[in-house]
């Protein structure tokens, strides 16, 4: 098929390679994500209290990791851009940034040493956009079970009181500091 350069595709082509388009919906996200802090105070008095209600701290990471994505993602399209210059026929989005795996998606902007500083959280945060937050269980039943992060067992409904303040590091990381 022939690729016709119509003002959609150039639209559509402009939009995907540009860097900013990328980070103005992180910083969206980021505040969707600020408004819910509070939802996390009372997870945490709860816990205090013998309860376990995650469900708004699973829709928290799932907006912080898809703040974080569109983050990284913009990085990734930064490099792509100063190696490859922008290309003419983009019709659907480059296969590099069609992937919600943080980990993965720090190596593919060259950013390893945080993938392996952050590995636990940032599974985490993959968890809740791939399914934690989204969905009462995972496509597979597999997916429930606990992650690997230096060869410890991860839980997939750990918490921890220092989550907010790593993935406010993590945002600033890509220049976004809340």
């Known amino acids: 098929m022939h690729f016709m350069n119509t003002p ?3 639209k559509y082509r402009d939009a995907v390679f540009d860097p900013e ?19 996390l105070q009372k997870f945490w008095e709860g816990v205090h209290h013998g309860k376990w209600n995650d469900a708004q701290v699973a829709i ?38 069609k992937c919600h795996d943080l980990i993965v998606l720090l190596k ?34 597999g997916s429930m079970e606990p992650v690997e992060s230096s060869g ?6 750990a918490y921890s009181s220092n989550d907010r303040h790593e993935i406010k590091k993590l945002f600033s990381e890509f220049g976004l500091n809340r």
Do not use: H
């Open 21 to 39: 388009t990328w980070q103005r919906l992180a910083c969206e996200l980021v505040d969707a994500a600020e408004a819910m802090e509070a939802k």
């Open 8 to 10: 959609t595709n150039t």
């Open 152 to 157: 410890e067992p991860v839980s997939l409904t």
């Open 60 to 97: 928290y990471f799932m907006l912080c990791a898809y703040a974080l994505e569109n983050l990284i993602k913009a990085k990734i399209v930064e490099n792509k851009i100063s190696t490859e210059g922008v290309p003419t026929n983009v019709q659907e989005l480059p296969k590099d940034l």
């Open 108 to 141: 593919r902007c060259r950013r390893e040493s945080l993938a392996e500083e952050y590995a636990s959280i940032l599974k985490r945060l993959s968890r809740s956009s791939i399914w934690y937050g989204r969905y009462p269980v995972p496509l597979a039943a």
